[in-house]
Nanobody, 125 residues
């Protein structure tokens, strides 16, 4: 079992920044990849970014390249998502997820094994 708890969401103006955090507990954190997904109202959950178990490799969705940065701390068992230059289309509930057995390049939500409860990010235009 893995427990994931996100924090850091909120309301921000377009062009602003937010940093999301995901705290993990349960299994050895450094053994599995982590990802962030998001879901806007009326839309399917979509892949945002993922990071390998060591933190040495990352994989970004095209729409966040150059704006978002993922990192992880395998001592503190946390994964961070720094989001810069936010726009209205980034408004969504953001979820962190653990991929215990697959690659960090996996973009399908079905391949992730555990999920956090989500944190709301709202960008005002």
């Amino acid at each position: 079992q893995v427990q994931l708890v996100e924090s850091g969401g909120g309301l921000v103006q377009a062009g602003g920044s937010l940093r999301l955090s995901c705290a993990a507990s349960g299994r050895t954190f450094s053994n599995y990849a982590m990802g962030w997904f998001r879901q806007a109202p009326g839309k399917e959950r979509e892949f945002v970014v993922a990071i390998s178990s060591s933190g040495g490799s990352t994989y970004y969705a095209d729409f966040v390249k150059g704006r978002f940065t993922i990192s992880r701390d395998n001592v503190k068992n946390t994964v961070l998502l720094q989001m810069n230059n936010l726009n209205f289309e980034d408004t969504a509930v953001y979820y962190c997820a653990a991929n215990l057995y697959g690659s960090y390049r996996e973009t399908s939500a079905r391949q992730y094994d555990y999920w956090g409860q989500g944190t709301q990010v709202t960008v005002s235009s």
